[in-house]
């Protein structure tokens, strides 16, 4: 089983968005796929439409009692993908959490449970933009660490200013038994003016210059509107835009590489070429 967490320190770069479209391919792809919603805001959990009704819990229990048990988990209308939503809208969780000696290590625990570990292959972690409690537990929760990064140099500046803190913060984790994953960055957004290159190259050299901490992904995700439309219509935007003409590769194209650089035994592997019908349209 391989767990990824998508953070970044900055909102509304699309974590939501490219853990939703990463989960929904890892699973047409035949990958057993366990979403988490760990953001007091729950995009993700209204991402997918779930199946049947909803289990009493979600991640509040899972957190609360470092465990998690098969009445956690929702199953969402797709094949393969499930979800732990975020139940926790008046945001107490990340309170109760401060309180806790062991904060940083509570999800990483629970993800040792046998209804995580006996029945999926890749958990994906959403978090929110926002440092804080829920934010730590679920970097130290993770293998690997996705960041998405918007091309401009000023995002570039914030990524790895807020992204040295994270590191510093949570590296001293690793003297207590949880090592903190790498982080590779995922230039995302681009659109026809900026050069992501250029960004690209610069982030590469800051973190080279600090200990090589961060790797930048070949793969960029470009600005399309097939992102936004996809999540409109609720299904994974591989499935939603297959072919595109012109410079910008397709969404079909783009998801399955980020899959596969993030996942290399995964080269390859593509989803089954029957498109899909969102369920809104
Ligand atoms: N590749 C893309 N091209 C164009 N628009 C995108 C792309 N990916 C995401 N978006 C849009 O950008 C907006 C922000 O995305 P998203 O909600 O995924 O960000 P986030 O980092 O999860 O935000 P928050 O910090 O609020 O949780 C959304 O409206 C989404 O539809
Ligand atoms: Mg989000």
Not at 242 to 255: E, H, I, L
Request: charged share 20%.
């Amino acid at each position: 089983m391989i767990k990824f967490t998508v953070i970044s320190t900055k909102g509304g770069v699309g974590k939501t968005t490219l853990t939703a479209n990463l989960g929904g391919l890892l699973a047409d792809i035949g990958l057993r796929v366990l979403l988490i919603d760990a953001d007091v805001q729950p995009s993700l959990s209204k991402y997918y439409p779930l199946s049947g009704s909803k289990p009493a819990a979600g991640l509040t229990e899972v957190i609360v009692r470092g465990e998690v048990s098969a009445e956690c988990i929702s199953a969402t209308l797709y094949q393969n993908l499930d979800i732990i939503v975020s139940d926790d809208p008046e945001g107490n969780l990340p309170h109760w959490l401060l309180n806790r000696i062991d904060r940083g290590f509570r999800l990483r625990m629970a993800l040792n449970s046998p209804a995580v570990i006996d029945s999926y292959d890749c958990v994906l972690i959403d978090t929110q933009g926002a440092v804080g409690p829920l934010q730590d537990a679920a970097a130290l929760a993770a293998d690997i660490l996705v960041s998405p990064i918007t091309p401009e140099i000023l995002s570039a500046r914030e990524f790895k200013d807020g992204t040295m803190e994270l590191l510093e913060r949570l590296e001293p984790s690793s003297a207590l038994g949880a090592t903190l994953g790498p982080m590779k960055a995922v230039i995302y957004r681009q659109d026809r003016t900026t050069d992501a290159r250029i960004i690209a190259a610069g982030i590469r050299e800051d973190f080279i210059k600090l200990k090589g901490r961060v790797s930048v992904l070949d793969t960029i995700v470009p600005h399309a509107k097939a992102y936004k439309e996809a999540a409109t219509l609720r299904i994974p935007v591989h499935s939603h835009e297959r072919k595109r003409d012109g410079p910008t590769p397709s969404a079909y194209t783009v998801m399955h590489a980020l899959a596969w650089e993030l996942i290399p035994s995964l080269e390859g592997a593509l989803v089954d070429a029957v498109p899909r019908r969102g369920v809104l349209a």
